[in-house]
């Protein structure tokens, strides 16, 4: 079944504590991307890779990154998490620049 | 001006009536577009792409696209109270980034 797949689902951590989020996807697809989704904000883009090695900034990069060194995997990695990056976490891949983006199921993370 | 721009909603219809939901977007150089849908909690989930003028019909689902007003549509037929949900519009950003720049959603109930 293609699908992209994040991991964990439900997080709660400490300030500072850092952590990775895992995406992965299975449909040999060239671009993904991590977006946060807050209430009355909607969802904002956070960094994107376009392939393998090449990665830039999204709207709301700042406290975050990524790396892609492999095609499938794209984890978001949070150095020294705070209490604003309680959100929920997208991951989404996409054949090309121009066709529709396939999410994950969603990350949940909460900061105390 | 917001670059994606939803009426909030939300928007009630009756079980079985038509729904119509609209979305304005700012660079007119925009040349991809999507609706996602979005239950509470959960990833959205791709419903239609349109990238030309003109209607694109999917079963219960039309998107209409005029590039020249830069309005985007979503009409749901015979709409069913499973169609409650967040519906959000997304244009593909222009240049060379990988930039998908989404409207803030809006809330569809359908009474049963």
């Known amino acids: 079944e293609a699908q992209v797949t994040q991991n964990p689902r439900y997080l709660i951590t400490v300030t500072g504590k850092k952590l990775t989020v895992t995406c992965s996807q299975n449909?040999?697809?060239?671009?993904m991307s991590w977006y946060r989704q807050d209430p009355g904000l909607g969802l904002r883009q956070i960094y994107y890779?376009?392939?393998?090695?090449?990665?830039d900034k999204g709207d709301v990069p700042e406290g975050y990154k990524v790396s892609r060194k492999e095609k499938r995997n794209f984890p978001l990695i949070l150095e020294s998490p705070s209490p604003n990056q309680t959100s929920l976490y997208f991951c989404?891949?996409?054949?090309?620049?121009?066709?529709?983006?396939?999410f994950g199921q969603g990350t949940r993370l909460t900061v105390v | 001006q917001k670059e994606v721009e939803q009426n909030s909603g939300p928007l009630s219809v009756p079980e079985g009536a038509i729904a119509s939901l609209n979305c304005t977007y700012s660079?007119?150089?925009?040349?991809?577009f999507f609706w996602y849908r979005q239950y509470s909690g959960k990833s959205p989930e791709l419903i239609m792409s349109?990238?030309?003028?003109g209607d694109k019909e999917d079963g219960r689902f039309t998107a209409q696209l005029n590039k020249a007003s830069q309005y985007v549509s979503l009409l749901i037929r015979d709409s069913q109270p499973s169609d409650s949900a967040t519906y959000l519009c997304?244009?593909?950003?222009?240049?060379?980034?990988?930039?998908?720049?989404f409207g803030s959603g809006t809330r569809l109930l359908v009474r049963p």
């Open positions: 989404a891949s996409s054949r090309t620049r121009d066709t529709e983006a396939f």
């Open positions: 449909m040999n697809h060239e671009y």
């Open positions: 349109i990238y030309s003028n």
């Open positions: 890779s376009m392939n393998v090695e090449v990665t």
């Open positions: 997304a244009v593909k950003g222009v240049g060379s980034s990988y930039k998908l720049i």
């Open positions: 660079d007119r150089g925009s040349q991809s």
